[in-house]
């Protein structure tokens, strides 16, 4: 029962009914009061409705179910800085740091420091790491953090770019990070209130203003973006210690810095306002959907299962983990034979004969001799 109710917030939780999610796991907590992922998953919530004494609670109560929880360190960790307590913050985060020692933590502790002494965070949001080919020992549950930034190795398709801190003038500061279909902007001001802040989005162009209580302008951002948006879909969220933008990309171009620039290569569109779809190469003429993939990748980032480490490296650990037999068989199969370009879960497909080596296009297969 409590299971089926936790399942049932997560499913809420992904569509962003927040407000659905926590009732969902207040009647699983009635259902099993001792079980920790649930608190760890309603504190996650209550962050998303800034409301950080109850998602401190709730975090608190996880580790006093389960000391050993990563995550639950996080979240409290985040909900106390957002209360501005950020020495019990800043210890949150080191406990968690030593139990699942990541840049998430790292970052959060810079944070802490920065507000202790009294300026703004300096540091970037997490940097990602490089994937790496799938492990044969079973994978153990990756502990998760606040969405950054992770990268496929060697393709410009990869779901995670590190970002670039851009220049800027002003009151505030400004930093980005990106997805493969979106890039986030934080301009770092605390206490806004919606009506001071105005954003207008343009197919390659975004200007942000803040007025200050008078009505007179303190800062402006108005940039010429590297890559090309889908302004309808784009939109912002007015945060206690910051503005928050989500640019949605019109295509999964990586994007080489924020802004257009002589100094950064600019995109390559083959057709103006359009990309090739993009293709991976497989053992067989079934085409595996990629975009069902980066979606399934979205949802599981959304659930908090991807949120610190490598998401695409984990999102086949756990396809591996949770494989049966043949599934395993043949992705290990398809990869060590086909020299890391293919990856196939069919059995059947690639049990029967070799898995030729399948370079991406334009590219070519080299035997080297020692």
Known sequence: MAGELLAKGDRAFIDES???????????????????????????????????????????????????RPKAYLRKGIALFNLEEYEAAKEAFEAGCALAPDNTFKTWIRKCDAELEGKLPAAPAQPPAAVTAPQAAA????????????????????????????????????????????????????????????????????????????????????VELYGKVIPEQCKYEVLST???????????????????????????????????????????????????????????????????????????????????EDTRRAMMKSFVESNGTVLSTNWKEVGTKPVECTPPEGMEVRKWES
């Open 139 to 222: 994978p153990a549950d990756t502990p998760a953090g606040p969405p950054a930034g992770p990268a496929a190795a060697g393709s410009s398709a990869a779901p995670l770019a590190p970002a670039a801190v851009p220049e800027y003038t002003g009151k505030y500061r400004h930093q980005h990070y990106q997805l493969a279909n979106r890039v986030t902007v934080d301009v770092y001001a605390k206490k806004l209130k919606k009506e001071q802040v105005a954003v207008a989005f343009g197919e390659s162009h975004l200007t942000v203003t803040i007025n200050d209580t008078d009505g007179q302008e303190e800062y402006k951002l108005d």
């Open 18 to 68: 927040y407000e659905d999610a926590v009732q969902a796991y207040t009647e699983a907590l009635a259902a099993d009061p001792s079980d920790a992922r649930i608190y760890e998953a309603r504190a996650n919530a209550y962050l998303k409705l800034e409301k950080h004494s109850e998602a401190n609670a709730d975090a608190t109560k996880a580790l006093e179910l389960s000391p050993d």
């Open 242 to 324: 910051k503005l928050e933008i989500v640019l949605v990309k019109a295509d999964n171009l990586q994007w080489g810095s924020l802004e257009k620039s002589d100094k950064v290569a600019a995109p390559n569109y083959s057709t103006p306002g359009t990309e090739a779809p993009r293709t991976y190469p497989t053992s067989t003429k079934k085409q595996k959907d990629w975009s069902k993939v980066e979606s399934e990748l979205n949802e599981l980032e959304q659930k908090g299962e991807l949120d610190m480490g490598d998401p695409l490296n984990n999102f086949f650990k756990k396809i591996f983990a949770q494989g049966d």
